[in-house]
């Protein structure tokens, strides 16, 4: 019953942008945090972002900051992640988790020239 479906993953030149979407539904999504991890091949997944339930607070790990912003909108079910000026160390599986431990199906994202 619970479904986060990432979208906006793609192909981007080196300092290029995307903005990555994570559809929730099945439950209340203004009551849990939510988090945007991504996986690189045979690395660790790691955490990229997070946002508070009413999106009051956002953490960004030292890697994206001033690069990538997390926001959500309460009223559409969505969480974002906007990334601004793309390395190719950003290239990864892009995820989004509920604060209760279920993840999304995932999004590629692949930055190369």
């Known amino acids: 019953q619970v479904q986060l479906v990432e979208s906006g993953g793609g192909l981007v030149q080196p300092g290029g942008s995307l903005r990555l979407s994570c559809a929730a539904s099945?439950?209340?999504?203004?009551?849990?945090?939510m988090s945007w991890y991504r996986q690189a091949p045979g690395k660790e997944r790691e955490l990229v972002a997070t946002i508070t339930r009413n999106g009051g607070s956002t953490n960004h790990a030292d890697s994206v900051k001033g690069r990538f912003t997390i926001s959500r909108d309460n009223a559409k079910n969505t969480v974002y992640l906007q990334m601004n000026s793309l390395k190719s160390e950003d290239t990864a599986v892009y995820y989004c988790q509920a604060e209760f431990g279920r993840w999304g199906q995932g999004t590629q994202v692949t930055v190369s020239s």
């Open positions: 099945g439950f209340i999504f203004s009551l849990y945090a």
